[in-house]
C-alpha cells in the first residue's frame, strides 16, 4: 500500500518557539492531504485541508495563523505550529488522500508535540 | 450536528470471548472506515464498507455497514492479546468524496488472557 512519511516523529520544544512538521507521500501524488490532532484518549480532530497550490482550509476554532499550512507540491505538506505553547502539545498526524482513490486515506506515523 | 458514537468507549475481555463493537453516524454517507490505533501509533485500516449490506472479514474481525440504521458493527470473534488497541470508526464529512473524515470517540479494547 501507499507510504505517507511523517516527521519528525517526536519533538520537545520551548515555549514560544516554532515547529514544522513534514508529511510527505512516497509512492504517489496526493491530492489532497489532511492534519488532525489527537489529544491523549482522545479521537482525532480534523484540523486542516491542504490542497497543493492553494491555500489551506481551516476547520472551524483553529486558529490559521496558528497552525500554518504550506502544500507546496503534489507529495509535500508542512505544517508549521507558531510561537508553541504548552497547550498545543498533542499528537499531530498527517493523512494523504488522492481522487484516484477516494476509498482509501493514508495516515502518517504521527507526530508527538511536547512544549515545555 | 455531525455526529459519530461508538460504544462501548472501553472494552475489556478475555480471550476467546466474542464482542461487537458499535457505530453509529448521523451523516447520510454511504461509506464506512474502521481503524485501529496501537498506543503512540498512527492508525492503521481495516476495513472500508462501501455500500448498505456489506460486510468485510479479515481474521479475527467483521465489519457490517446498514446505511438505513446508520450503523456499522466491528465485531470480533474469539479474541486475541493481540486485538488489544483502539478502535476507530469513521464516515465522510459531506460531501463525499472529498476525503475529509468525521471520527468516532474509539473504543479502547483491553483483552486479558
Known amino acids: 500500500g501507499a507510504v505517507v512519511s511523517q516527521h519528525p516523529s517526536w519533538v520537545i520544544c520551548k515555549s514560544g518557539t516554532s515547529v514544522k512538521i513534514e508529511c510527505r507521500s512516497l509512492?504517489?501524488?496526493?491530492?489532497?492531504m489532511f492534519w488532525y490532532r489527537q489529544f491523549p484518549k482522545q479521537s482525532l480532530m480534523l484540523m486542516a485541508t491542504?490542497?497543493?497550490?492553494?491555500?489551506?482550509?481551516?476547520e472551524q476554532g483553529v486558529e490559521k495563523d496558528k497552525f500554518l499550512i504550506n502544500h507546496a507540491s503534489l507529495t509535500l505538506s508542512t505544517l508549521t505550529v507558531t510561537s508553541a505553547h504548552p497547550e498545543d502539545s498533542s499528537f499531530y498526524i498527517c493523512?494523504?488522500?488522492?481522487?484516484?482513490?477516494?476509498?482509501?486515506?493514508?495516515f502518517g506515523a504521527g507526530t508527538r508535540l511536547s512544549v515545555l | 450536528e455531525l455526529k459519530v458514537e461508538q460504544n462501548p468507549l472501553f472494552l475489556s475481555m478475555q480471550e476467546g470471548k466474542n464482542y461487537t463493537i458499535y457505530c453509529n453516524y448521523s451523516?447520510?454517507?454511504?461509506?464506512l472506515y474502521w481503524y485501529r490505533q496501537d498506543p503512540g501509533k498512527s492508525l492503521e485500516s481495516l476495513f472500508v464498507?462501501?455500500?448498505?449490506?456489506a460486510v468485510k472479514q479479515e481474521g479475527r474481525l467483521m465489519a457490517s455497514l446498514d446505511t438505513k440504521a446508520r450503523l456499522s458493527t466491528l465485531h470480533i470473534t474469539a479474541a486475541v492479546h493481540d486485538l488489544s488497541a483502539t478502535y476507530f470508526c469513521?464516515?465522510?464529512?459531506?460531501?463525499?468524496?472529498?476525503?475529509?473524515?468525521?471520527f468516532g470517540q474509539g473504543t479502547t479494547l483491553q483483552v486479558k488472557p
Open positions: 491542504s490542497n497543493e497550490g492553494s491555500k489551506a482550509t481551516y
Open positions: 509512492d504517489f501524488q496526493a491530492t489532497t
Open positions: 464498507l462501501l455500500s448498505n449490506g
Open positions: 493523512s494523504a488522500w488522492t481522487a484516484l482513490a477516494k476509498n482509501i486515506q493514508y
Open positions: 451523516t447520510t454517507s454511504d461509506r
Open positions: 469513521a464516515v465522510d464529512i459531506p460531501p463525499s468524496n472529498t476525503g475529509k473524515l468525521i
